[in-house]
């Protein structure tokens, strides 16, 4: 485990960049950690944090086909770009709805929760408070997609082996596919009120996701058929990544353990050092270890398969 500098940083989304450093979001911060443990921190244009925002901070990090490291700012309601020297540019997204963070002060966004590379090489992103998928060029032309279900609350994203998106439905307990056309289909999860969370692409074509409520690993192939396998009561799934043995990693933020799940859906599970370190984004490094966020710790992690 590796301490950040910025105490109480609450690190979110976590991915490797063209530099094969790990860049991740903080509070205000976007940070950089080099293979040494050596961190490098970037300020927001706009920091957040002294508002309690649950959850606070920038998000949905994936490299970009520009090199760049594209995420998520989600009280600011824009899609961030950061480039290997540090420098940001943020895009403001068109749609927005009014919320209220933990003190109760109101802001405008639509909540952009996750975002990924598609194959027509654009940025596609989660709006989770307006139920849409958002589109960006590296232009920074967007383009928004209603959900066909009222009130589905798009979180993760990922790109399929069909070259379509995929994506979570939180609201509506739903799986989402959308063609770069703008298509969208929804396969119903069977598993009642089980907060899908994230979602990533497995080596066997299909996509795998987290069921956070239900204790699940859930597994949906293109042709939408589902399969779910059962975890230990209060694991808590959030993030998952594809591991490089050809099994799935994901984060257990309630069971503070990092899980293997097997394309055969075999389940190992590892304990983290530091107790309620509370384990969120999760992502293959270059090492071929397993790298990951830990809110409450305020480490980055590293497990070595």
Request: hydrophobic share 35%; proline share 7%.
């Amino acid at each position: 485990e590796y301490m950040i500098p910025t105490e109480n940083s609450e690190p979110w989304g976590i991915t490797v960049g063209a530099d094969d450093a790990l860049w991740f979001g903080e509070g205000m911060n976007i940070a950089r950690m080099d293979s040494e443990g050596t961190f490098t921190e970037y300020p927001l244009p706009v920091a957040h944090t002294d508002l309690h925002f649950a959850p606070s901070g920038p998000d949905g990090f994936v490299l970009g086909p520009d090199g760049a490291i594209w995420f998520i700012d989600d009280f600011q309601n824009m899609i961030g770009r950061i480039t290997t020297d540090g420098e940001i540019t943020e895009y403001a997204i068109p749609s927005a709805m009014v919320d209220q963070d933990l003190n109760y002060e109101t802001y405008s966004t639509s909540l952009p929760r996750g975002i990924v590379v598609g194959a027509d090489d654009a940025l596609w992103f989660t709006e989770r408070l307006t139920h849409k998928i958002g589109r960006i060029t590296v232009d920074g032309e967007i383009s928004e997609y209603p959900t066909p279900t009222a009130g589905s609350g798009p979180v993760g994203i990922a790109l399929g082996s069909d070259g379509a998106v995929w994506f979570t439905e939180v609201g509506r307990n739903q799986i989402g596919r959308i063609t770069t056309d703008g298509e969208i289909t929804e396969f119903p999860i069977p598993t009642p009120d089980s907060f899908v969370v994230q979602i990533a692409a497995g080596s066997d074509g299909a996509l795998w996701f987290t069921e956070y409520r239900a204790n699940q690993i859930g597994r949906i192939t293109t042709d939408g058929e589902i399969t779910e396998f059962a975890l230990c009561s209060g694991a808590g799934p959030v993030g998952i990544t594809a591991g490089p043995d050809d099994a799935m990693w994901f984060t257990e933020y309630d069971g503070n353990r990092i899980g293997r799940i097997s394309m055969e859906g075999e389940i190992t599970e590892y304990v983290i050092p530091t107790r309620r370190s509370v384990p969120f984004s999760i992502v293959t490094g270059t090492d071929d270890a397993i790298w990951f966020t830990e809110l409450d710790g305020n480490q980055i992690g590293r497990l070595q398969p």
